[in-house]
C-alpha cells in the first residue's frame, strides 16, 4: 500500500460527486491490499461487498476535543449509528491524505491538517441489520481542524465534541452503540497499547 499512501495526486473532480455519478468510483483490492481495478462507490456495498480501500479519520479540535458523529438515517450502512468523525473512500489516483482532506470539507465543512496515520494496516469486516457488508482496508488516521463544524446533512445526523477518555469509557459499557468499526480501532489500540497516538500531539496521558 506504501505506492498508495503516498502518491501524489490532484483530483479535477469536485469534493462531492452527485449519486451515481460514474466518477465516484473506489478502489478494489486484492488479498495484498494491493489495487485490482475500480466499482462504483454507489454500487459496491451490498450483501458481496468486495475488499476495497477506505480509511477512517478521528478530528480534533483547538481545545483537544474529539469530534465523534451520528450517522445521517439516510445511510445505506449503520444508520443513525454513532462513530468517529468521518471516513471515506479515496478515489482512484488519490492519496489517502487527499481523501482526508477532501472528506473533511465535503462532510463536516472544515479543513483538515497535522493529518498522521495511527493504525495505518487496519482492516475489518461487518455485516449490519439488514445484510449489508462493509470489507475495508481502512487505515486510520488523526488530524486537526480549526473553525465551525457544518455537517452534510446526508452525512451526519448529529454530533458532539468529547475527551478521549469519554470515548475509551463509551466502547467499553456500550460497544452495541456505535459502529463496528469504532469498536474494532478501539480494540486494535488496545492491542498496540497505542492508545497515546489518538491524542494530538504534545498532550499529556495518562497510562
Known sequence: M??????????PEPDRLPPGDPRDLVVLL?????PRGTASRSAVHSHYTPLH???????FDADDRLLVTRRSLTKRSWPGVWTNSFCGHPRPQESLLDAVRRHGRSELGVDTHDIRPVLPEFSYRAVDAAGVVEN??????????????????????ELAWITVDDLRDTIRVAPWAVSPWLVAQTRALDE???WHL???VGT????
Open 53 to 59: 480501500l477506505a480509511f477512517s479519520c478521528y478530528l
Open 192 to 194: 498496540s497499547d497505542a
Open 136 to 157: 475495508e482496508f481502512c487505515p486510520v488516521f488523526v488530524a486537526r481542524a480549526d473553525g465551525a463544524v457544518t455537517p452534510h446533512p446526508d452525512e451526519v445526523a
Open 198 to 200: 489518538l491524542r494530538p
Open 2 to 11: 506504501e505506492t498508495v499512501l503516498h502518491q501524489n495526486s490532484a483530483s
Open 30 to 34: 486484492d488479498d495484498d491490499h494491493q
Open 204 to 207: 499529556e496521558t495518562a497510562p
